[in-house]
């Protein structure tokens, strides 16, 4: 298939980019097409030309979690769970950045489905930076935890116990230099446009519940606009820029080397 003929695939209709599931939908009646999943996994710039498709064709195009998997293999664990797997959680705690989402009791849910969550402002920094200093003075605290369905927070918390060491894990904390001050190493982690969105479907679908027109929305509304004028700046802050993430296992074991005599100093004290 060449770019042409994929541009007039897409303006048929959605364009399910997975053999399988485009193939069912077919059979029940729907106006789709199907992008051989081989000629996806031949182009690695695929992304990109599809994004430039969709733009100039001016239609959509479902990426199926069925796909995505078989597409990239996306990290079972991100950087952040891979130091906490790799020492456990007697030794490192982590906080996530998304949990600490504002409440809003007072909103009604079609309006709160509205917010824009990917601002700065979207998240409970105060709290935040209460648990980390409490966390440091060896108490425990309730961690929020956040009903995605529900776009507001849950009455449920998390226990998490103090600890050596203490993970932050989100792509809006170098914005917060309230945040930064409290940090002793800042790395960022720089994952390539196309994986980005690969993930945010898979996790916004299959584990919060959303539907995949809403998060095709959300990132073209404001998910890439927040990421160019926040996330991107936000880099200047870092003491360590790591590509690939979790898949990059030398900057995976320098961390846990950096981490290791971290906990030797604090076991000799």
């Not at 081989?38 to 064709?57: C, G, K, N, S």
């Not at 479902?62 to 790799?86: C, H, M, Q, W």
Request: charged share 30%; net charge negative.
């Amino acid at each position: 298939m060449t770019r042409e003929e994929f541009k007039e695939l897409v303006k048929n209709g959605p364009v399910i980019l997975d053999g399988a599931t485009g193939s069912n939908l077919q059979n029940a009646g729907m106006p789709v097409g199907v992008c051989p999943e081989q000629w996806i996994l031949e182009h690695p710039q695929t992304m990109i030309d599809l994004q430039r498709a969709y733009v100039e064709a001016g239609t959509q195009i479902l990426l199926a979690p069925t796909f995505t998997a078989n597409r990239i293999k996306l990290e079972e664990y991100g950087l952040a769970d891979k130091l906490v797997e790799s020492f456990g959680r007697d030794e490192v705690s982590i906080l996530r950045h998304d949990n600490y989402y504002k409440r809003h009791d007072d909103i009604p849910f079609e309006e709160r489905a509205k917010l824009n969550y990917d601002h700065p402002d979207a998240f409970d920094t105060d709290l935040l930076c209460q648990h980390i200093l409490e966390l440091k003075a060896g108490k425990s605290i309730e961690m929020p935890v956040y009903d995605y369905a529900m776009h507001n927070r849950s009455d449920k918390t998390i226990l998490v116990h103090p600890a050596p060491v203490i993970v932050l894990e989100g792509i809006l904390l170098f914005v917060e230099k309230d945040l930064c001050d409290l940090m002793d190493i800042k790395v960022f982690v720089d994952t390539d446009a196309d994986v980005r969105i690969l993930r945010r479907i898979l996790r916004d679908v299959k584990e919060r519940g959303r539907s995949l027109d809403s998060v095709v929305t959300q990132y073209l509304t404001t998910v890439k606009p927040m990421h160019e004028q926040f996330v991107e700046p936000s880099k200047r802050r870092a003491d360590v820029i790591i590509p690939e993430g979790g898949q990059n296992t030398v900057a995976l074991e320098m961390l846990i080397e950096r981490v290791r005599k971290h906990l030797n100093l604090v076991q000799n004290q």
